[in-house]
């Protein structure tokens, strides 16, 4: 399928100064459209998109639905070498690996269904299956083009002897770049009861193994086991440890403790009642509460836990480097704004090097400029990325950032060049409830690049302008949990729209570096340069390789356009 290769902004009237983010370099890449063909549903059209991910190369993947013979519902994917094309990954009704032919993949879901991408372009996801006994799920992945089988409801579980089944498998995996899926399941069959019922699986030298179970000895707690909540999801790093909340029962009962590790080597992060870095002791309110209580980067950990002290309680968000507890925010503590009063209550989004991205509000001061997004290596210092009253790039004169956090936003998120992906709210002239919410990339030096308004006027690939009402960006874990956010190292930033119209898209927020167009890389864009280009034109995928200087991967005019635009001394 042959998508539009250009994305361009229209702004009408109060709106005029929202072409300044774009002016800053970023582009959007069009990846399909609700009425775009389908590929694989047998004539079928594009009826609805879900939320999309994308890898370090500029791939991305969705799920979506179609109006075709087959794949109603269904995965795609870019192609790795053209990423103006989609390829469908799964559809439903198709046959499932190692079950009879009556048992067929099922309805995907766009709240439940998300592929998981990793930079070698293979996927892991979660499928919803026909035929069976009860609702079931399974888990696959697709691996240089073929789709495997990983767990499905009724399979034999490792690591019980062959007497225990998945009773169910869960919906949210973690999968990494070896291509290795983590999950939850729950178990059936003889000897399993409710203290023994749970288990934690994973990918481990080339098989699917159980990585704990509810039930098992606590290491170095002698008379205690691990009992597993319902909703508590291990992370998966590239080195192949999982990561996970578990309660415990027996002699040291613990409503809540974070773990890590591999098959016979599981070692404790954080206990309840275990002394916090800075006074008092760990403790979670509610116990296992939350989907994303731990955050891995390369050799950190970060987490959420309350420091319970003689009188009261302190919220804080957590990190453990080197096997060594230390503290990123601690509530009361000092913060780059005076002590902190409030910080969200999950884990913080984490680069590869630990440094963290989190919400958090500032006792004293105003009410109107009291919070802020914070980027903080592991002990600090910690540094404002934007705070509330700031001006809100995009927007008009006056309009500026609303409280940075609370329930209605997403999660800042982080890649490993410590850009932040943000969602928030705006106050000011002509701001209403419709026009109120934003989409920004802050660069590492704190330059803010407006990448979407609702209420704008967006035109794709030519067509009638459409009136943006709402988006979605993946925010996943964090890169190194196995459920990367919507946000790639480079700052490539996959979004799915909504439009006023009721139609949706998926798009791509790219920015070519600074000097993309100076080819053979002399400091000036020129006629060797020119050259370069003229000798590649026409070649397609991957992305930014070649002359692609647009970064949408091709080479064609809209290459030369940008290359004659920047002629002269490369100024990057």
Request: hydrophobic share 40%.
């Amino acid at each position: 399928m042959t998508l539009a290769r250009s994305l361009a902004l229209v702004s009408l009237g109060a709106l005029a100064c929202a072409s300044r983010g774009h002016a800053q370099g970023y582009s959007f890449r069009l990846v399909a459209q609700t009425g775009d063909p389908a590929p694989g549903s047998l004539g079928g059209h594009f009826t609805w998109l879900g939320w999309p991910t994308i890898n370090a190369s500029g791939q991305v993947a969705f799920a979506a639905g179609s109006d075709g013979a087959i794949a109603d519902t269904g995965m795609w994917r870019t192609a790795f070498n053209d990423p103006q094309s989609c390829e469908l990954i799964i559809g439903q009704d198709y046959p499932v690996p190692g079950s009879p032919p009556e048992i067929r993949f099922g309805q995907f879901d766009p709240s439940f269904h998300h592929p998981l991408l990793n930079d070698a372009g293979n996927v892991g996801f979660s499928a919803p299956l026909t035929n069976m006994p009860d609702p079931a799920n399974g888990l696959f992945r697709m691996v240089n083009g073929s789709i495997q089988r990983v767990a499905v409801q009724g399979d034999v579980a490792p690591g019980t002897a062959g007497t225990a089944t998945y009773a169910s498998v869960s919906n949210l995996p973690s999968f990494n770049a070896s291509n290795s899926l983590a999950f939850g399941a729950t178990l059936a069959g003889p000897g399993v009861n409710a203290s023994n019922d749970r288990a934690y699986f994973a990918h481990w030298f080339g098989g699917v193994q159980m990585f704990v179970r509810e039930g098992n000895a606590v290491p170095d707690m002698p008379g205690t086991v691990f009992s597993f909540g319902p909703s508590s999801f291990p992370t998966l790093e590239a080195s192949g440890a999982i990561g996970f909340t578990a309660a415990t029962t027996g002699a040291t009962a613990m409503p809540w403790s974070l773990w890590r590790g591999w098959p016979g080597a599981i070692d404790s992060v954080a206990l309840d009642g275990q002394p916090t870095p800075v006074g008092g002791t760990f403790a979670v309110d509610g116990g296992l509460f939350n989907f994303w209580d731990l955050s891995p980067g390369v050799g950190t950990l970060a987490f959420h836990a309350d420091a319970v002290l003689p009188v009261g309680s302190l919220s804080g968000i957590w990190g453990m480097s080197g096997g060594v507890l230390n503290d990123y925010a601690v509530v009361d503590h000092p913060g780059p704004l005076g002590a902190y009063k409030a910080l969200q209550s999950s884990s913080a989004q984490v680069a590869e090097d630990g440094t963290a991205a989190f919400w958090a509000s500032f006792q004293g001061g105003s009410e109107n400029t009291d919070s802020a997004i914070i980027r903080s290596p592991l002990g600090g210092p910690a540094t404002i990325m934007v705070r509330e009253g700031d001006a809100a790039e995009g927007f008009g004169p006056g309009v500026v950032f609303d409280d940075m956090g609370g329930w209605y936003t997403p999660l800042p998120l982080i890649n490993d060049a410590h850009q932040i992906v943000l969602d928030a709210f705006v106050r000011g002239p002509r701001i209403g409830l419709e026009n109120n919410r934003g989409l920004w990339l802050v660069d590492v030096d704190g330059t803010l690049h407006n990448l979407l308004r609702e209420g704008q006027l967006l035109s794709i690939g030519g067509q009638a302008p459409r009136q943006v009402i709402s988006w979605v960006v993946s925010f996943g874990i964090c890169e190194h949990g196995g459920r990367r956010p919507g946000v790639n190292d480079r700052g490539d930033v996959a979004i799915q729209i909504a439009f006023a119209d009721e139609t949706a898209a998926v798009v791509v927020a790219q920015r070519p570096g600074p000097c993309e167009s100076d080819l053979n890389n002399d400091g000036f864009v020129d006629a060797a340069d020119l050259a370069i280009l003229l000798g590649a034109w026409g070649n397609v995928g991957p992305i930014g390789e070649g002359a692609d200087v647009d970064w949408d991967g091709d080479t064609d005019g809209a290459d030369l356009a940008v290359l004659l635009g920047a002629w002269g001394v490369c100024e990057g």
